[in-house]
């Protein structure tokens, strides 16, 4: 089992619909969980980071963590074709003060007009 | 203004030659990294450094060295390049007293081994 998993995608919604992103990890102590997304070519840039269980809502995305399931999750509301990037889920697999990241593969996302 | 910024963009070079990849940042972290990402295979860690006389192997070292000149710089070594060395390469930062350990990263470098 990998240590952080991600469907691949391509994930297909249109324009002005709810993107909901996915993300499962191995261990059960990571205090730490974050969402990047990368434009083809381009570096990953950090939309949303997480630490409790529950939402967090910072504009059009809200994640969502549960601990207890070890999933986080990314919502995108009102999508947009710019939208269209990779999204990398990224976990700290140790306690938090490790300082280490492993990510997941990344989810395609496409938003249609 | 770019807070971390990394040197060259672009490189294609050949079997066996000795290549240097720079990365200099202004955003006054102390820990930086190094990662490389391929296509299905997602970021991996290289090598990492939370000071300048901290040095530490990622789980993908191996034919790579790394040399942090100063808190801003840290340098990506290939001794002799291989094919399979073919990637993105990507500079992160982070700050040390960060509790959650945010990693912010440069603008990549596309390097080719022929």
């Known amino acids: 089992q990998k240590e952080v998993e991600q469907n691949s995608g391509p994930l297909s919604v249109p324009e002005g619909a709810i993107a909901s992103l996915n993300c499962t990890y191995s261990?059960?102590?990571?205090?730490?969980f974050f969402w990047y997304r990368q434009y083809s070519g381009k570096s990953p840039e950090l939309i949303m980071s997480?630490?409790?269980?529950g939402d967090k809502e910072d504009g059009r995305f809200t994640a969502q963590l549960n601990k207890a399931s070890q999933y986080v999750s990314l919502l995108i509301r009102d999508s947009q074709p710019s939208d269209s990037a990779t999204y990398l889920c990224a976990v700290n697999i140790l306690p938090y003060n490790t300082d280490k990241l492993i990510f997941g593969t990344g989810t395609r996302l496409q938003v249609f007009p | 203004d770019a807070d971390v910024t990394q040197t060259p963009r672009n490189r294609i070079t050949k079997t066996g030659k000795r290549i240097m990849l720079e990365c200099s940042q202004t955003?006054?972290?102390?820990?930086m990294y190094w990662y490389r990402q391929d296509p299905g295979l997602g970021l991996r860690l290289i090598y990492y450094?939370?000071?300048?006389?901290?040095?530490n192997k990622g789980e993908i070292s191996d034919g790579y060295s790394v040399s942090r000149q100063a808190q801003a710089k840290f340098s990506l070594s290939l001794e002799s390049a291989i094919p399979n060395q073919t990637a993105l390469y990507f500079c992160a930062t982070s700050p040390s007293l960060a509790e959650y350990n945010e990693q912010f990263f440069g603008p990549g470098t596309r390097l080719t081994v022929l």
């Open positions: 997480i630490y409790s269980n």
């Open positions: 450094s939370f000071d300048v006389k901290d040095i």
């Open positions: 955003k006054g972290h102390d820990r």
């Open positions: 261990d059960r102590v990571s205090q730490s």
